[in-house]
Structure formats: C-alpha cells, structure tokens
C-alpha cells in the first residue's frame, strides 16, 4: 500500500520505498556524490518527491549537516512586478540546480535563517543600504571578517563586500537622459526612490549617470533634480510636488513602469499630456508597458540573463566550499536596452 504524501514521510519511509538504509538517504538528498552513486542519488530524490517528504532543516542543521538550501532575501515583493519576477526567476533556478530556497522578506529573518542554518548560500535580491551596515559592515559593505557564499543581485548601490551581479544602473539612467536629451528636453528629472533620510547614498549611481549625459551635452547639474517616491500610489502627489517645485521641467525618469503610468495618471488629472506637455521614460518593460496608453517608453533589462550570471557566481564560491576573505569580489553590470514607444516625444515649445 503506497505511503500517502504528508509531513509525517520520515527517512526510512523513503528509505524503504527504494529499498536502501535511512543513512544512504540521508546522503543521498544532501548531494554526497563521494558517498552515494549517481543512480541511487535519483532515485532517492524521486521517492522522497513521490512520497513528499520533507527535510527537518533545523534537525539537520543541528546535526552539523550542510544543507543544499539556499537563503534568499528581497523585501516589498508585490511592490512591483519587476521585482516579483526576479523572485521567482531566482527561485525557479536554484530549484533547477537540485537546491531548496528558504524566503526572507525583511533584514531579521534573513539573519536569523543565516545563524539557525548551516546553509549553502544566500541570495540577496535589491537590497536596502541598511543591510550592509547591519552586517556588520557600513553602507558600502566594508567588512573584515569571512562570509558564507553570498551574491547580491541588483544593487542600487556600489557595495564591496559580496559578489554582485546587477543592471548597470549608471549606465541605463544615462541612455534614459541622453533620449531625452535628444529630443530637445532641457530641464530633467528623476521620480521615484527612497528619501534622501532613509537611504543617502541611492540616489548617487543615477545622478552620476544622468549628469554625465548632461555634461556631453554642454548642461550643468542644475538641469536635473530628484523627486523622491517610495510608492507607486505616491507619484502622482510626487508629481505635483516636483512641478510646483521646477515648473520647467520636460523630461522625467521614473524608477520603474509602475511609477512611471502612476505618473503618466498624475499628469492627466493636472491637464498634462504626454508626451504633449511632459516625456516619461520608465523602467523594466513589464507586459502592461507595451499596451498601456500610451505606451511606454522604458528600459528592458534580460532578468534570466542577471540571474543565471548570479547563480553561476554563488555556485562557483559554493563548490569551492567558502571564497577566502582576501578573495577580489566580483561585481559584474548588465546593460539595459531602450525602448522606444509613445510616452517620449519633443518638447513643447512655447
């Protein structure tokens, strides 16, 4: 009579099923290859997935045991869509690579898994300056002591301390102003972001890219300035603020799509047009950007090609049991490509 799938499946339930000890098992799931041939490997993890047996990861941790999981952190996930696909593209690979994911959503429980389990690695997935002071570091990630194998994926800021694979932020706010810059917008700027308070140094990737386009165009840095807006459903009242502020702005960068149709939505209730009265150029090329209305001009970034490029690195530290302090961290920026659609156009001229 086969075992019904639920969490009482034990070891030696599997075990049974394949006709080994609990041990092999155990060595089995946990990737032993030294220990354990590749056909009874399979067909341990076949039973334990037909039967649905659960690891006890604390158990095992206890035991002294390296798990094959993998810690991923990334906090506001439904915040927008951008963010919940790379979640899940990262998710999804590791699980294609024959490891388990434990999910963390704030900066605690991503450090309490850290102590509780001895884990493979960890992903850090847009994370917020606080992080690096938090372990141990400052806001850059100066740190002296070892680390597990860590990659950081799409960071806002230029950070020292982990392995990162990241969209090359000052890079793709450049081709963003430089479009801009083209059509004829003089007076520029960027909506979206934490305060200045909560994060100082965020802002500074985007600001250097923004006023390098200025500059090859013969403008100083008072044609840009920064609005910031933590939330999708505040940007049109950031809207508001940054025209009543600088009027004369044309041309606005926002953080990603969400932002940037809030944005366009803010514009229509002022009685602004776009692109008639204001160009807005938006960020990650989610679906809805290509049949909103108008269409969104915006900034696509290959989210498969980030994560596999990340995973490659944690998997390399991985196999190589733990990357040596002295070790030069490896930060690698992928380009974004512009697209142009119906949300960008010439200034209106008075």
Known sequence: MPISKSNNVTLKDVAKRVGVSAMTVSRALSGKKHLVNADTIKKCRDAAHELGYVPNLMARSLRGEQLRTIVMMAEHISAHHYLAELVDTVSRSI?????????????ASFRQALRNFKLAGAIVIAPPEQLYEQMDGDRTGRRNEPQDPTVVIHSAVRQCAFNEVSPDIEGLAYTAARHLIELGHRQLAFLGGPRQDDEPLWFGLRRAGSEKALAEAGMNADHLRHQPCPETQLAPAALQQLLGRSPETTGIICINDEVAIATIAGADKM???????????????????????????????????????????????????????????????LPANLIVRESTGQPRQN
Request: a negative charge; hydrophobic letters at 40%; aromatic letters at 6%.
């Open 95 to 107: 699980e294609e690579r024959q490891y388990g994911v434990i999910s963390c959503q704030s900066i």
């Open 271 to 333: 009685g602004l047009g776009v692109p008639k009265d204001l160009s807005v150029v938006g960020c990650n090329d989610i679906t809805l950007a290509q049949f909103y209305r108008p269409a969104m001009t915006t900034l696509a970034i290959d989210i498969r090609s980030m994560v596999e490029t990340a995973l490659n690195l944690l998997f390399d530290d991985i196999r190589q049991s733990h990357r040596h302090n002295s070790a030069e961290v490896v930060r690698i920026a």
